[in-house]
């Protein structure tokens, strides 16, 4: 065979081969499937076909009419709330589609990345255009852009045409940056199709908003059994239960044209609440709500509400009670009847917080009490713990904190307070700002910042120790001082240096500006106008000599401020003058009082000898750094 028949056999081959697939043009509802369908036909990979939209034509149906195609005119009724939640609207869309292969396509004008996203609903798309340094302008970049969107929602089912208008402004707004900046410098999110979202009915429901406040994790998210809420305690105008009507919600419509309905809402928990005169009852469209109309604690009778301020109980226990939280701000009393030398009233490991506690008996190990006002006509074991603004207690072992303090008889344990006052003292520990003792044993410590008063002395190895500084008061009112005098100190050590440098500037230019003030009144004496560059040397110095003598001043202020502080806190400290230590008997030996000084730290003590009759004793500066413990077998009488 020649070389014309090789030539002619394979035009002959070639001419019997399927046509290669360029393009189609198609009509459906469904471009997605009709992409399958001519990658079938034509033995092509889906990935190696695309579309570009030519035409589409929307139709509705509703009650009113069948299979309407949208106009101009009838388009904009999709922007209509009530018109698009209609639930018998149906929206079908047509497109009219060129269906072509891939192929490597100009690069004249780059397009950055889109990608969509949307809600669960389906009832917000947005577009990201992410961040590009390669986008090229060009006229059509708008065009190119709006087209690359449309085909992804067809992609995903998405209308075209319909709620949509942001996406043409952001897009505008876009293609403006890229041509002014030449590229896309941050990622850009924006919506391209907004539906209507749903709101779901609301279920009634009854809401126990007291029974919330009841916690029952510790600090370290541990369950702690204790706390069960016996007491629920609420303040005035708090609501206490809520009823949440049933509502209804209202339907939606995603961007694919799908209407979303709601389900009718649930009425279960309608429950009649009988209320008393202590509880509001307020209404409104969506809930009825019940407010208190006094602070105190929610009792609750035979389905009857109220709110109480005093509580009546036998014990507080880990089996009865639990642990009461009712916060000290509540105005709730609680009485604890328990009063058996053999009980506890209040358990091993309770804890009360409350505005008063009255407790007839015993307060067992580990328990913690917090008030304003508390009672208690029993024991303390050691390891109990009472906080109150007042609080009285016959027999105390344990440790109490408060201002106005008043204990029977204390045995060892630990006393912090304001004013305290025992009859009977046995051993412990007593801080306070005043502290008497009607009878004193031994073994005992006591610290005070104002008076210690002794009625009788009967024991040995006492120590009475005064020093200003155990309050908390007076701490905070000597750090205060000294935090200010610390700054003041610090902000004075810049004044001379700068006052020498100014005064040094205005000294070198005053000579020149008496010759300009001189210069001024000779050209005025002849009639003749000053040029204003002299008025305005005159003016810088002036201006210089002004800022000067402000600043000498603050100095001055700042100085005389720094005086006053270290007076303050010279009056503050020189407190333990006034301080005494007073004995109402004679004094017996080996027992110990001792004054502490702050500036200069320093404890200057005396031991009384047996019998000796010291009234009051007082620290009194001698002067010279020396100061002495005076003792007198007088009362001052202050």
């Known amino acids: 065979m020649g070389l014309f028949d090789k030539m002619t056999s394979s035009d002959t081959d070639k001419s019997s081969e399927t046509p290669e697939f360029k393009s189609i043009i198609v009509e459906t509802t469904n471009v997605v499937k009709e992409l399958k369908n001519v990658s079938i036909a034509h033995h092509l990979k889906l990935s190696e076909l695309s579309f570009k939209l030519l035409k589409v034509t929307t139709f509705f149906s509703d009650d009113k009419i069948e299979n309407n195609q949208a106009g101009e005119e009838e388009m904009k009724l999709f922007l209509d709330d009530a018109f698009i939640l209609n639930p018998n609207l149906k929206i079908t869309q047509h497109y009219r589609v060129e269906i072509y292969k891939i192929i490597d396509s100009d690069t004249s004008t780059s397009l950055p990345a889109i990608a969509l996203s949307a809600n669960k609903n389906l009832t917000k798309i947005v577009a990201m255009v992410s961040k590009s340094n390669e986008v090229k302008y060009s006229p059509k970049l708008e065009e190119m852009m709006i087209e690359d969107i449309q085909i992804k929602k067809i992609r995903a089912g998405i209308l075209i045409g319909i709620r949509d208008q942001n996406m043409y402004k952001e897009i505008k707004k876009l293609v403006a940056n890229i041509r002014v900046n030449g590229i896309v410098d941050q990622n850009v999110s924006f919506v391209v199709c907004q539906g209507v979202d749903d709101v779901p009915s609301i279920n009634d429901d009854l809401i126990y908003h007291y029974k919330k406040k009841t916690t029952l994790k510790n600090a370290e998210g541990k369950v702690d059994y204790s706390k069960r809420g016996y007491i629920s305690a609420v303040e005035k105008d708090e609501c206490i239960i809520e009823y949440i009507k049933p509502q209804m919600g209202t339907p939606g419509r995603n961007c694919r044209g799908v209407f979303i309905p709601i389900k009718e809402p649930r009425k279960t928990n309608e429950t009649p609440i009988g209320i008393t005169s202590n509880i509001i009852k307020k209404e409104s469209e969506t809930s009825i709500k019940y407010v208190a109309n006094q602070g105190g604690y929610v009792n609750v009778d035979k389905g009857n509400y109220d709110i109480q301020e005093q509580m009546e109980i036998n014990e507080i226990s880990f089996r009865s009670t639990g642990s009461i939280d009712a916060n000290v701000t509540s105005n709730i009393k609680i009485n604890i009847k328990e009063k058996d030398v053999l009980k506890d009233a209040i358990g091993a490991g309770m804890s009360v917080e409350t505005s008063e506690l009255i407790v007839q008996g015993n307060i067992g190990s580990g328990a913690k009490i917090k008030a304003k006002i508390v009672e208690i006509g029993?024991?303390?074991?050691?390891?109990?713990?009472?906080?109150?603004?007042?609080?009285?207690?016959?027999?105390h072992r344990g440790e109490a904190v408060g201002r106005e303090i008043t204990i029977d008889r204390l045995e060892g344990g630990k006393v912090t307070g304001d004013v305290i006052s025992i009859k009977q003292m046995i051993g412990g520990e007593v801080v306070g700002g005043t502290v008497k003792v009607?009878?004193?044993?031994?073994?005992?410590?006591i610290t005070a910042s104002e008076i210690i008063e002794i009625t009788e002395l009967k024991g040995?190895?006492?120590?009475?120790?005064?020093?200003?500084s155990v309050t908390k008061e007076f701490n905070q009112r000597i750090e205060e001082i000294k935090i200010k005098l610390e700054k003041l100190e610090e902000e004075l050590k810049a004044y001379p240096r700068?006052?020498?440098?100014?005064k040094e500037l205005i000294d070198k230019n005053k000579p020149m500006a008496e010759m300009v003030k001189a210069k001024i009144l000779?050209?005025?004496?002849?009639?003749?106008?000053?040029?204003?560059?002299l008025y305005a040397k005159i003016k810088d110095f002036q201006e210089k000599v002004?800022?000067?003598?402000?600043?000498?001043?603050?100095?001055?202020?700042?100085?005389?401020?720094?005086?006053e502080y270290q007076n303050e806190l010279s009056s503050v400290q020189m407190k333990i003058f006034k301080a005494k230590v007073i004995s109402h008997s004679a004094?017996?030996?080996y027992n110990e009082v001792r004054f502490h000084l702050i500036n200069p730290p320093k404890d200057i003590t005396y031991?009384?000898?047996?019998?000796?009759?010291?009234?009051?004793?007082?620290?009194?500066?001698?002067?010279?750094g020396e100061y002495r413990i005076t003792r007198s077998s007088e009362y001052s009488g202050t």
């Open 546 to 563: 002004m800022e000067y003598n402000a600043l000498l001043q603050e100095f001055k202020d700042k100085k005389e401020t720094l005086h």
């Open 378 to 395: 029993g024991q303390t074991h050691q390891s109990a713990y009472i906080e109150a603004d007042t609080m009285s207690i016959a027999v």
């Open 587 to 589: 004094w017996k030996e």
């Open 498 to 502: 700068q006052l020498s440098g100014r």
């Open 607 to 624: 031991s009384p000898k047996e019998r000796e009759t010291i009234r009051e004793m007082m620290l009194k500066d001698m002067g010279d």
């Open 522 to 533: 000779e050209l005025k004496e002849s009639k003749v106008e000053p040029p204003m560059s």
């Open 460 to 468: 040995n190895n006492n120590k009475l120790l005064i020093d200003p």
């Open 438 to 445: 009607d009878v004193l044993m031994s073994n005992a410590r």
